[in-house]
């Protein structure tokens, strides 16, 4: 198939252990074809910094790579990820004054945005901006859209998402020897706000945390856009981590006894969870050293979620791939926060595991600013009209 006529879009996703490369494109509603997806490990970062620069380019130019030659997809853009820590969010009040009462158009809105997009950040770049909601002046209400409705002055809050430069360079270095030449960067906590609750849902602020490996994002959603992005480095590693090191046991056996453990239940003092020639863990030690990194979790959570103001009855949504596996883990946290803590995850079939969250959140908005993008096409081929 032509190349300028190829669906295909090619997306990365990067967390704290993985990078994932995806390849497809939309066939019908919430369905996908999925037609390469290729991962790497690496060293992870924390504190907004790799561990290793270079082992990290080496991972995303091959998964890039191996999934464009896997599918034969041209290797033109790409839409990568970009992970909490390194996001910094900036939510502004905006408003702009029409020439007259009129009906407002995209124009407007575009326009509106923009105004408020001009910042001080030397070692950050605005790579999206997205109204948390909108206001009139012919109105007292507030809206998620104004588009078509009459209006002399329109106000909004937009949440406006800036990437650290650092990062960007080096995604894109690693991009372009695996051929592209257009890189394109979107909030990953962002994405998955919008796409993993309806409208209906963020009409009023919700809160996920997306618990990684080695970090963690706790975004406040509201609307369109985020009320509040904050990140730290913890996940799931780092109970492993306190098992290997309370209990002197190889990392490797540590791993084992954190996926194999259940906080819902009461073992016996003598009941072995996991043991090698050499190595025993008891269960209920595992469980006092889980449980404690869990409450130390959560006491963090609280502090992010307490800072945005957020209302106490409102669920705390969990996904990705740090401790959505551990059993009672949820209740654990939901206990450290005084909030229901509920597991969340894509409804795209393939992708409903919480580790999926990120990927396939990157490539819904992808598709959908794929599609976007496109459409001045649609303009060239119909003598210029949408």
């Known amino acids: 198939m032509c190349a300028l006529f190829n669906k295909d879009i090619v997306v990365l996703d990067v967390t704290s252990s993985r990078v994932t490369a995806l390849v497809g494109c939309k066939k019908a509603q919430s369905v996908y074809d999925i037609k390469a997806r290729r991962e790497g490990v690496y060293d992870g970062y924390s504190d907004g910094a790799f561990f290793d620069e270079e082992q990290f380019s080496s991972v995303v130019a091959e998964v890039l790579s191996e999934a464009v030659a896997q599918t034969g997809a041209p290797a033109k853009r790409v839409y990568v990820g970009v992970p909490g820590e390194f996001v910094l969010l900036i939510n502004r009040p905006v408003s702009v004054t029409l020439d007259r009462v009129r009906r407002v158009v995209d124009a407007d809105i575009d326009y509106l945005i923009v ?44 949440s406006y998402m800036l990437a650290q430069c650092d990062y960007m360079s080096l995604v894109e270095a690693a991009a ?82 954190k996926e194999l453990i259940d906080l819902n239940l009461s073992y016996a003092e003598d009941a072995v969870l996991v043991a ?78 919480p580790d999926d969250s990120s990927a396939i959140s990157l490539f819904t908005v992808a598709e959908r600013l794929n599609k976007s993008d496109n459409n001045i096409l649609k303009r060239v081929f119909n003598g210029g009209k949408k």
């Not at 869990?294 to 401790?323: C, Q």
């Not at 596996?325 to 409804?347: D, F, Q, Y």
């Open 115 to 158: 105004k408020g997009g001009k910042f001080d950040q030397p070692d950050y770049a605005l790579i999206g901006a997205s109204a948390m909601y909108y206001s009139v002046d012919t109105s007292d209400k507030c809206f998620f859209d104004v588009r078509g409705m009459n209006a002399g002055r329109v106000s909004a809050t937009v």
């Open 176 to 257: 372009k020897k695996a051929g592209f030449k257009d890189v394109r960067f979107i909030a990953s906590p962002w994405a998955e706000c919008m796409t993993m609750f309806e409208k209906e849902q963020r009409d009023v602020p919700y809160v996920v945390v997306d618990a990684g490996y080695l970090s963690t994002s706790v975004a406040v959603g509201n609307g369109d856009g985020l009320k509040e992005l904050k990140s730290f480095s913890m996940g799931g590693g780092h109970v492993a981590a306190d098992i290997y090191e309370v209990l002197g046991v190889p990392f490797s056996l540590a791993e084992e006894a």
């Open 276 to 353: 090698d020639n050499e190595h025993v863990i008891h269960a209920a030690e595992a469980c006092d050293i889980v449980r404690a990194r869990l409450e130390y979790f959560a006491e963090v959570v609280d502090g992010v979620i307490k800072g945005a103001d957020t209302p106490g009855y409102l669920p705390v949504y969990l996904t990705g791939e740090g401790f959505a596996s551990i059993r009672g883990a949820r209740a654990v946290i939901g206990a450290g926060l005084g909030r229901t803590v509920e597991l969340c995850a894509s409804k795209v079939p393939g992708f409903t595991r």
